[in-house]
């Protein structure tokens, strides 16, 4: 049961290191938070087995380490809004481009068989 939890805890670590680098840095928060918990439930059962391993240490080392960066990047990326309206006029020029391609189409000569 204690390498169970030692393991889950180690790979929940490990996931929430990988997406705290990521760009959706806010999910690792998750990982983290079941790393922490599985770290303490591995640390409470090896403690009552009279030894403690260095891996579940190494969990709790690699779930902080992924909660700060976590942490920073939250406060000190800020997400800048671009300027919509080129994406709009680039739209709309699509639209147009569009409908005058299907009007140089002459679809009256297309057979269709039913």
Do not use: H, R, W
């Amino acid at each position: 049961m204690k390498q169970l939890f030692t393991i889950l805890a180690l790979i929940t670590a490990i996931l929430a290191l990988i997406l705290s680098v990521l760009p959706v840095s806010n999910l690792a928060i998750f990982p983290a938070a079941l790393a922490l918990i599985f770290g303490l439930i591995a640390f409470y059962l090896s403690k009552k087995a009279g030894e403690v391993k260095k891996i579940i240490q190494f969990s709790f080392l690699l779930t902080i380490m992924a909660l700060a960066v976590t942490t920073y990047k939250a406060i000190f990326n800020t997400t800048e809004v671009g300027n919509t309206e080129t994406l709009v006029e680039k739209e709309e020029t699509s639209k147009e481009e569009a409908i005058e391609e299907l009007e140089k189409l002459n679809l009256e000569e297309i057979e269709l068989d039913e």
